[in-house]
């Protein structure tokens, strides 16, 4: 049994999602939303770490799983972005893996593209959660599913590069 964070940052709002990964089965345990309320950049960074430091301690997981930072058109977004990441990272305090939002999309919907209501959607199916999920909690948990299958392919030795494909090719 492995549990798995994902952490989707923020300098608003951070989620988190955490799942159980037994042989290639994943259940829910946990998400949620930190929604930051301090003024100054280190007031916000402080909560991020503080808050998700308390979940860690809680739920003890064994690896974690966060998106990569893409470039905004500005690069002031950016440079938050980054700085929220590091202080998740640092509290983590387990192994990470770092994924970017096409490959999250790809992994759980099937598309690169796919919009965040898509996303939504395919992790109440595939973690069998009946209530709303906030979308970056649910992007969190997203994170946390496409660490789980890259996990169990490389396990595996399958690679996660695919051919291109297109729902147009599929046959029943």
């Known amino acids: 049994m492995t549990i798995i964070i994902g952490i989707d940052p923020g300098s608003r709002i951070t989620g988190y999602g ?3 990964l037994v042989g290639n089965k994943s259940s829910f345990i946990d998400c949620g939303s930190l929604y930051l309320t301090g ?3 280190h007031e916000k960074l402080s909560q991020i770490y503080s808050e998700l430091k308390k979940i860690v301690t809680l739920h ?6 966060i998106e990569q930072i893409f ?5 002031n977004s950016a440079l938050k972005l980054g700085q929220a990441r590091g202080a998740a990272m640092v509290a983590l305090g387990v192994p990470i893996s770092e994924y970017s939002a096409r490959q999250v999309k790809q992994s759980i919907v ?3 593209a796919a919009k965040k209501e898509q996303i939504q959607h395919m992790i109440k199916r ?3 959660i ?3 999920l906030q979308a970056d909690a649910a992007d969190a948990l997203a994170i946390a599913l496409c660490h789980a299958h890259s996990r169990s392919n490389l396990q595996k030795g399958i690679s996660m590069r695919r051919k291109k494909s297109s729902w147009r090719n599929f046959t029943p």
């Open 18 to 20: 955490i799942i159980r």
């Open 39 to 41: 003024t100054k950049s």
């Open 60 to 65: 003890k997981p064994d690896e974690a799983a």
């Open 71 to 75: 470039m905004h058109q500005n690069p």
């Open 110 to 112: 099937g598309y690169g």
């Open 126 to 128: 595939l973690l069998n």
């Open 130 to 132: 009946s209530e709303e």
